[in-house]
Nanobody, 123 residues
Framework: QVQLVESGGGLVQPGGSLRLSCAAS????????IGWFRQAPGKEREGVSC????????YYADSVRGRFTISRDNAKNTVYLQMNSLKPEDTAVYYCAAQLRELCVLLPRAEYWGQGTQVTVSS
């Protein structure tokens, strides 16, 4: 059974950090570009960051560049999103997604999606 499972979300104060994990089962991640997306209430799903399968190149939305870092550990079949200097506007459900392509794109199109993990930034 093909699955992506996110973990690591929670409640954090502004300026704090969280690390999200995206673990794959039923398939290997190394052939897929992996993206992190988020969706806040009443808003469309947006791309946050992604990492390509071919050369490991990474991409970030302007709103998170310099604060978030994406990485992949193919040996563990897991992708991570390190989120630092969190802001209230980062509050959303975060999803990871697997794109069957070499170069990732920050568009919400993917072969597989996780169920999402809630991130809430509030004092």
């Amino acid at each position: 059974q093909v699955q992506l499972v996110e973990s690591g979300g929670g409640l954090v104060q502004p300026g704090g950090s969280l690390r999200l994990s995206c673990a794959a089962s039923g398939f290997t991640l190394d052939s897929y570009a992996i993206g992190w997306f988020r969706q806040a209430p009443g808003k469309e799903r947006e791309g946050v960051s992604c990492v390509s399968s071919s050369d490991g190149s990474t991409y970030y939305a302007d709103s998170v560049r310099g604060r978030f870092t994406i990485s992949r550990d193919n040996a563990k079949n897991t992708v991570y999103l390190q989120m630092n200097s969190l802001k209230p506007e980062d509050t959303a459900v975060y999803y990871c997604a697997a794109q069957l392509r070499e170069l990732c794109v920050l568009l919400p199109r993917a072969e597989y999606w996780g169920q999402g993990t809630q991130v809430t930034v509030s004092s």
